[in-house]
């Protein structure tokens, strides 16, 4: 192998293991093999919604505009999507086998974006109150 071809080098195999292990324990716990299409759908709709949410408010948090109303109303309607990621949960637990197995983790989604429905609500009225 030519070193000058490959700057990074080769990775060494004692690093793969642990990751190989933290996927493993990931779709473990999801119990992603077990899953349907569609709920498998779900909950990606459930953590795409999430994680636009979330990253947005991470956003505004750093950069408040008291006053600006225009943002207000956008964050407002960024708000709104945490309740369509409530029914997309609701959803996804229904059809979980998590749910059905009484496992750990099948309420997880479901709580987080009930929570984010809360705080961003609060964080949309602190940031931009004006």
């Known amino acids: 192998m030519n ?10 195999a004692a690093n ?4 190989k292990a933290i996927s493993k324990a990931v779709t473990d716990w999801l ?12 909950l990606a ?11 947005a408010f991470g956003w505004a948090s750093l950069n408040p505009d008291p006053g600006n109303t225009a943002r207000y109303f956008l964050f407002y309607w960024i708000w709104g999507l945490c309740a369509l990621g409530i029914l997309l949960g609701m959803a996804e637990y229904k059809t979980s086998p998590l749910r059905k197995g009484r496992e750990r983790g099948h309420l997880f989604i ?13 964080l ?4 931009y109150y004006g």
């Open 31 to 42: 119990a992603w093999k077990r899953r349907s299409r569609a709920n498998k759908v779900l």
């Open 3 to 12: 070193r000058e071809l490959s700057p990074l080098g080769r990775v060494p």
């Open 110 to 122: 479901l709580l987080y974006i009930g929570a984010l429905l809360i705080v961003t609500r609060a």
């Open 45 to 55: 709709l459930s953590v795409s919604l999430a994680s636009f949410v979330t990253g």
């Open 16 to 19: 793969i293991g642990p990751m």
């Open 124 to 127: 949309n009225m602190v940031l």
